[in-house]
């Protein structure tokens, strides 16, 4: 059977299709079938997708618990996590679902069709990711068309497309899916640039796999490997392949004994060396992963990030850590500190495109015009922050993008410009485990298929450059 995507043989609007949800049935039906178990998370599936997809609305500010989507926020907890596992899944292989959805279409959805497009691609995601009964993930797809004015007509081509990719697709997971169907041109296209193909085919790989749950750990990470069953990677970082609830219900998360930070995001703090006694300022800190390692590590910190509300977060998780730092909020642009620091950090806004393998929307919401945007606030910021540090002190700019242009093409820019700042070379054997993350030009390089050492593979994307002002 072929489904048309419009009245016709195969998509037509059978009364058995059309009825579930519509709001032109009998009377009563309407409410009967809002209150359909399922279906408000399957909408909001939907129109979360629209945000991502249609308007680069970021997944994790929509599903904030706080400030997300008020549709979003009214679900059940069950039904969030539901949602979530939908939208990670589907914009994670956003490809392989589109090549599945688009075999079965006669003809190409209309350009006008946004909404059935994101309503396919819910449904397709659940049958084909998710241990979700097939039947119900036709039924509630067919019942969010037919409730919605824009995609009504189309409810009988949801039913027989979706009915036929559960008869006939293969499940999708890492192992099996293409990486270069699942990457966005503009990003495979970057990634081949800078790394080469056949390095741009294992990270497009590794972003199919899902991450595991790294913890930075107070003191002790092999007892907590032993405790959390992971396992310890050096001195202070434990790893967990997989953690089931929330990793706040894990031992030591109340009693403030680790925080969750990806083994990659703990190198940056690493190149400013021994920071026992020294004012150090933490630049774009929230939510203060790097700030925890910097207390930890006996510096008197400064932090400061222009978000409240993840300014609070930092507080927060200082708090049950145990550990303080000088917080200030506000624009680093703006920020005027009475003495220079001895060591500055500044962990610079980014596109994230490390971390697409948790964050999947990121290949989604990001593109080549945003990157280089925020490669030239990156290079403002760190003029700036180059301002704070004291003569003779040390500058860290790090972040999370796997693009050089928001990694070495800033450092370089940065070099060119200051006269009194020059780079102080990584040597390979200050990192231990992470020597592969070293550059031959001395600056650090991880993407996310890079071996770990005795833990698997598998890291957040960063960059990290580190300089020195000129001495007295
Ligand atoms: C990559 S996140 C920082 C992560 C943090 N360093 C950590 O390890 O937990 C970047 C941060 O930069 C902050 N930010 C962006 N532009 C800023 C600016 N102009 N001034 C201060 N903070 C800024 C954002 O609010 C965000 O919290």
């Given at each position: 059977?072929?489904?048309?995507?419009?009245?016709?043989?195969?998509?037509?609007?059978?009364?058995?299709?059309?009825?579930?949800?519509?709001?032109?049935g009998?009377?009563?039906?309407?409410?009967?079938?809002?209150?359909?178990?399922?279906?408000?998370?399957?909408?909001?599936?939907?129109?979360?997708?629209?945000?991502?997809?249609?308007?680069?609305?970021?997944?994790?500010?929509?599903?904030?618990?706080?400030t997300?989507?008020?549709h979003?926020?009214?679900?059940?907890?069950?039904?969030?996590?539901?949602?979530?596992?939908?939208?990670?899944?589907?914009?994670?292989?956003?490809?392989?679902?589109?090549?599945?959805?688009?075999?079965?279409?006669?003809?190409?959805?209309?350009?006008?069709?946004?909404?059935?497009?994101?309503?396919?691609?819910?449904?397709?995601?659940?049958?084909?990711?998710?241990?979700?009964?097939?039947?119900?993930a036709?039924?509630?797809?067919?019942?969010?068309?037919?409730?919605?004015?824009?995609?009504?007509?189309?409810?009988?081509l949801?039913?027989?497309?979706?009915?036929?990719?559960?008869?006939?697709?293969?499940?999708?997971?890492?192992?099996?899916?293409?990486?270069?169907?699942?990457?966005?041109?503009?990003?495979?296209k970057?990634?081949?640039?800078?790394?080469?193909?056949?390095?741009?085919?294992?990270?497009?790989?590794?972003?199919?796999?899902?991450?595991p749950?790294?913890?930075?750990?107070?003191?002790?990470?092999?007892g907590?490997?032993?405790?959390?069953g992971?396992?310890a990677?050096?001195?202070?970082a434990?790893?967990?392949?997989a953690?089931?609830?929330?990793?706040?219900?894990?031992?030591?998360?109340?009693?403030g004994?680790?925080?969750?930070?990806?083994?990659?995001?703990?190198?940056?703090?690493?190149l400013?060396?021994?920071?026992?006694?020294?004012?150090?300022?933490?630049?774009?800190?929230?939510?203060?992963?790097?700030?925890?390692?910097?207390?930890?590590?006996?510096?008197?910190?400064?932090a400061?990030?222009?978000?409240?509300?993840?300014?609070?977060?930092?507080?927060?998780?200082?708090?049950?850590?145990?550990?303080?730092?000088?917080?200030?909020?506000?624009?680093?642009?703006?920020?005027a500190?009475?003495?220079?620091?001895?060591?500055?950090?500044?962990?610079?806004?980014?596109?994230?495109?490390?971390?697409?393998?948790?964050?999947?929307?990121?290949?989604?919401?990001?593109?080549?015009?945003?990157?280089?945007?925020?490669?030239?606030?990156?290079?403002?910021?760190?003029?700036?922050?180059?301002?704070?540090?004291?003569?003779?002190?040390?500058l860290?700019?790090?972040?999370?993008?796997?693009?050089?242009?928001?990694?070495?093409?800033?450092?370089?820019?940065?070099?060119?410009?200051?006269?009194?700042?020059?780079?102080e070379r990584?040597?390979?054997?200050?990192?231990?485990?992470f020597?592969?993350?070293?550059?031959?030009?001395?600056?650090?390089?991880?993407?996310?298929?890079?071996?770990?050492?005795?833990?698997?593979?598998?890291?957040?994307?960063?960059?990290?450059?580190?300089?020195?002002?000129?001495?007295?």
């Open positions: 059977m072929s489904a048309g995507n419009g009245p016709g043989p195969d998509g037509r609007k059978s009364a058995k299709a059309a009825r579930p949800g519509g709001r032109r009998p009377k009563g039906q309407a409410a009967t079938e809002a209150a359909r178990p399922g279906l408000a998370a399957r909408q909001v599936a939907a129109r979360l997708l629209a945000a991502v997809v249609d308007k680069q609305t970021s997944l994790d500010g929509l599903t904030d618990a706080a997300g989507h008020p979003f926020r009214q679900l059940e907890p069950r039904d969030q996590a539901l949602v979530k596992a939908i939208l990670t899944s589907g914009l994670r292989y956003r490809g392989t679902i589109e090549a599945e959805i688009a075999a079965r279409l006669d003809r190409p959805l209309p350009p006008n069709a946004a909404s059935l497009r994101h309503v396919l691609h819910v449904g397709a995601a659940q049958i084909l990711c998710l241990d979700v009964p097939d039947s119900a036709v039924d509630l797809a067919v019942a969010s068309a037919a409730d919605d004015p824009r995609a009504q007509r189309f409810a009988g949801v039913n027989a497309v979706l009915r036929r990719i559960a008869r006939e697709a293969a499940r999708i997971d890492a192992a099996t899916a293409d990486p270069r169907q699942n990457c966005p041109d503009w990003l495979w970057r990634m081949v640039e800078q790394y080469g193909e056949a390095r741009a085919q294992a990270i497009a790989a590794a972003h199919l796999a899902r991450a749950i790294d913890l930075s750990v107070k003191s002790d990470a092999a907590w490997a032993d405790r959390l992971g396992r990677i050096g001195e202070y434990v790893r967990l392949d953690v089931e609830g929330p990793v706040s219900a894990l031992a030591g998360f109340a009693e004994e680790w925080w969750v930070q990806d083994v990659a995001a703990a190198l940056p703090v690493r400013i060396g021994d920071v026992q006694g020294l004012s150090v300022a933490d630049l774009c800190a929230a939510p203060g992963g790097k700030t925890a390692q910097l207390c930890r590590a006996g510096a008197s910190v400064t400061l990030d222009q978000s409240a509300a993840r300014m609070r977060r930092l507080t927060e998780n200082l708090g049950r850590l145990g550990y303080t730092a000088e917080t200030v909020t506000g624009d680093l642009a703006a920020y500190p009475e003495t220079p620091f001895d060591a500055v950090l500044l962990d610079a806004p980014c596109s994230s495109t490390g971390t697409i393998r948790r964050h999947p929307d990121v290949a989604y919401t990001k593109d080549d015009a945003e990157v280089d945007k925020l490669a030239a606030l990156q290079l403002r910021l760190l003029a700036r922050a180059a301002d704070m540090v004291a003569p003779g002190g040390r860290v700019f790090a972040n999370c993008s796997i693009d050089a242009r928001e990694g070495e093409a800033v450092a370089a820019a940065f070099l060119s410009a200051r006269q009194d700042y020059a780079l990584v040597a390979a054997n200050e990192l231990g485990e020597a592969i993350a070293v550059s031959p030009d001395g600056t650090l390089r991880t993407t996310p298929e890079m071996p770990v050492a005795g833990a698997g593979s598998g890291m957040d994307g960063f960059f990290a450059a580190r300089f020195r002002r000129e001495g007295p």
